[in-house]
């Protein structure tokens, strides 16, 4: 099969190269960290602040708020960083959810059903429309928060793989439809609740009966599903593909055909699957379900939804061994936690960088330097004096840019919702506007910010297939995706504006 011939993209190349010029990504994180520390040291001297509307979150209630900077180099700073190093590691969230999905993943991999999953798949799908297929559940994974990034991309470059294609390309549209299409979707997230609830609050400075339902961005995020997967598609095939250097493809990469056996052991983990999620169905669809939220009966805000990362691990792990009874890899119980101890070896670099990203993250939230930037450029906004769509479209390049330094999403709308929802009420968009504008913003970049809590990850399904991958490969080979993304989105948002088109069901861009 013919191979990809490199393509001299001069930006990329040079991004590649100034970023791989940086020090080891774990070290980074070190280097990032004393920054920090010696950062907020200076600020302290200056007793440098910021008061603000913000979200009070123990109770959930608008309040007045003055942050200070937390001096590192304190005492106290020091006492912070010492006693709670471990604390900041093991409660770390991408931790735990790797932990736990990769006890499932590992199994259904090891016992070869992921392999032959994927040849059905690939024989059953066109080539044409592979990258848009992985781009596209990427998109959809985020129904379960941040599984996608444990799950699918690493699937993406398998998928490729299969298909004679280049991995990193898998790895890249995978990754740009879970992180870059964080904001899309067809179906209603576990997230959305969240960002209604804070929109809420922060409306009610102005109107104390106003609420934003978990809906009320929905339409938008049908359309952004698809465009998303538009572009991403044209991305992956015609720029970023094209740019990668030729892949050795090893004879274990072959796609062969189903054996008998291997049909057996599918028809055994295709029994056990369907009786797991028949399971589910009876414990979530009914009324009175016993997943259910036991007081409202919902299913965004309860159980079910709280334990998803528990649920999806059991989705890979009960397949996985019917599949390896049926196929004869399993014969005894310790066949199936030796597959797990493997699965869980293999990303032990993943577990090096986490320890560092978890540091750094920590202290750099105990700074409070990351909220005082926040503040101010949002204050530096509001004097600007825009109105209508030229504000909706400069609040998005707002939100991208604070993203590189505050990438927790949740926690930067409770941050900014207080200050934007009001003020773009007050001059006539709609609190639904501007949350949707800020998950825009947020989507964009999510794949570029070596801030972000899954990017070491990230780094480490890169280096699987290019031992030289760092810091630089990965953000010169998303940034066409995160410049794409944020053309196309201030392009239909734009449209959508002018047009007058609804939101979500009785959400509109205007009041």
């Known amino acids: 099969m013919k191979k990809n011939k490199k393509v001299n993209i ?9 970023g791989n010029k940086l020090p080891d990504p774990a070290f980074l994180f070190v280097i990032l960290a004393v920054i920090t520390m010696v950062a907020s040291a200076v600020a302290a001297q200056f007793d440098l602040s ?6 009070n979150s123990a109770t959930g209630t608008i309040e007045t708020i003055t942050t200070t900077v937390n001096n590192l180099l304190s005492v106290e700073g020091l006492h912070y960083i010492v006693t709670n190093a471990v604390t900041n590691f093991t409660s770390f969230f991408p931790l735990g959810t790797v932990f736990t999905v990769i006890l499932g993943v590992s199994v259904m991999e090891g016992t070869g059903m992921l392999a032959v999953l994927l040849r059905r798949i690939v024989s059953k799908t066109p080539k044409t429309f592979i990258s848009a297929m992985v781009v596209f559940l990427g998109v959809m994974s985020n129904i379960a928060s941040s599984t996608g990034y444990i799950v699918l991309v690493p699937l993406g470059a398998i998928i490729f793989l299969a298909s004679k294609r280049h991995p990193i390309a898998g790895l890249a549209a995978a990754y740009a439809g879970v992180s870059g299409g964080w904001t899309a979707n067809l179906l209603l997230g576990s997230n959305d609740p969240l960002y209604a609830g804070i929109s809420s609050e922060a409306a009610r400075i102005l109107d104390p009966s106003y609420t934003v339902l978990p809906t009320d961005n929905w339409f938008f995020m049908i359309a952004s599903t698809f465009l998303v997967t538009i572009i991403g598609t044209f991305v992956t095939d ?5 740019s990668l250097p030729e892949y050795e ?15 057996k052991g599918l028809l055994y983990a295709g029994i056990a699957e369907a009786i797991y999620l028949l399971g589910m169905a009876w414990m979530v669809l009914p009324e009175n379900g016993l997943l259910r939220n036991p007081e409202t009966g919902e299913i965004l805000n309860s159980p079910f939804m709280s334990g998803i990362i528990f649920f999806l691990m059991l989705f890979f792990l009960i397949p996985g061994i019917a599949y390896g009874i049926g196929s004869g890899v399993i014969k005894r ?3 199936v936690t030796e597959l797990m101890t493997k699965g869980i070896q293999g990303i032990s670099n993943f577990l090096v960088l986490i320890f560092w990203a978890a540091q750094f993250t920590a202290i750099f939230g105990y700074s409070n330097l990351g909220i005082i930037l ?11 004096g825009l109105t209508g769509l030229p504000l909706l479209l400069l609040f998005i390049l707002l939100a991208a840019l604070i993203d590189f330094i505050m990438p927790v999403d949740t926690a930067k709308w409770a941050l900014m919702a207080p200050i934007f929802v009001p003020m773009f009420m007050q001059m006539g968009l709609s609190p639904e506007a501007t949350q949707l504008t800020y998950r825009i913003g947020d989507s964009t970049t999510n794949i570029i910010t070596p801030l972000m809590p899954f990017f070491p990850m990230i780094i480490a399904f890169f280096q699987k297939y290019d031992k030289k991958a760092g810091i630089g490969t990965v953000v010169s080979t998303m940034l066409p995706y995160s410049l794409s993304f944020l053309v196309g989105w201030l392009i239909l948002l734009s449209i ?3 047009l007058g088109l609804a939101i979500g069901p009785g959400a509109w861009l205007t009041l």
């Open 10 to 18: 001069g930006l990329l190349n040079w991004l590649e190269r100034v």
């Open 50 to 55: 910021v008061t603000y509307e913000g979200v």
């Open 238 to 242: 015609r720029i970023i593909e094209p």
């Open 249 to 263: 493809f090893s004879t274990q990469e072959e796609v062969e055909d189903i054996t008998p056996v291997e049909k």
């Open 333 to 335: 119980s310790q066949d």
């Open 374 to 384: 926040s503040v101010n450029g949002a204050q530096w906004l509001t004097q600007i």
């Open 496 to 498: 959508w504006y002018l």
